[in-house]
């Protein structure tokens, strides 16, 4: 199922990550950093009592981030539905758990700039720290039945619009 997913959401996850993570001044940084708040608050709404899986708060760690970078926290979007299904689920959480991978090289850009685990990348810090979370996630992907692909797929493609949306907003902008 990994595969699949993976296959079938590499235009848009390629156009977010176009947007996202490349960051080499604080500025850029701040609004990476504001983006992913919005985005993942947003998620972690959705997513809050999960019977699947438990997927990693981050929320508390950005509000941090964001006052370390001086950043007024915007509210958050909870446009994104509450109600989805057990393979919807699995979609969404492919793309929230699936971040993890790509912390590790945000992580280092972030200390590059002056920030850690203890002030203003606690968030990168928390997604990196329990390597273990994708292999288990990996095995709840395939014991999807097959016949629910289709709804994982759709859920992870809207999952990654939404992001994208995030991102681009020019309201994520420091000014």
């Known amino acids: 199922m990994r595969s699949v997913l993976r296959a079938e959401t590499k235009d848009i996850h ?3 990550d176009s947007i996202t993570g490349i960051f080499s001044n604080i500025e850029q940084y ?3 950093a504001t983006a992913t708040y919005r985005f993942r608050l947003s998620l ?3 997513l809050d009592s999960l019977d ?10 950005l509000c941090d981030d964001l006052d370390d970078l001086g950043v007024t926290r915007r509210p958050c979007p909870r446009s994104y539905s509450i109600r989805l299904n057990t393979a919807e689920q699995v979609g969404a959480l492919y ?10 090289l945000l992580l280092r850009r972030a200390i590059a700039l002056g920030f850690d685990a203890q002030f203003g990348a606690r968030h990168l810090a928390q997604q990196v720290s329990e390597p273990r979370r994708w292999p288990h996630f990996v095995a709840l992907l395939d014991s999807l039945p097959e016949h629910l692909h289709h709804q994982a797929i759709a859920s ?8 994208f949306d995030i991102y681009r907003d020019p309201a994520n902008d420091i000014h």
């Open 44 to 46: 972690e709404f959705a």
């Open 30 to 32: 701040r609004h990476f």
């Open 95 to 104: 793309v929230l758990e699936g971040s993890s991978l790509g912390a590790q």
């Open 14 to 16: 390629s156009q977010l």
């Open 156 to 163: 992870a493609k809207r999952v990654f619009e939404h992001a």
């Open 52 to 61: 699947i899986w438990s997927p990693q708060k981050l929320g508390p760690y």
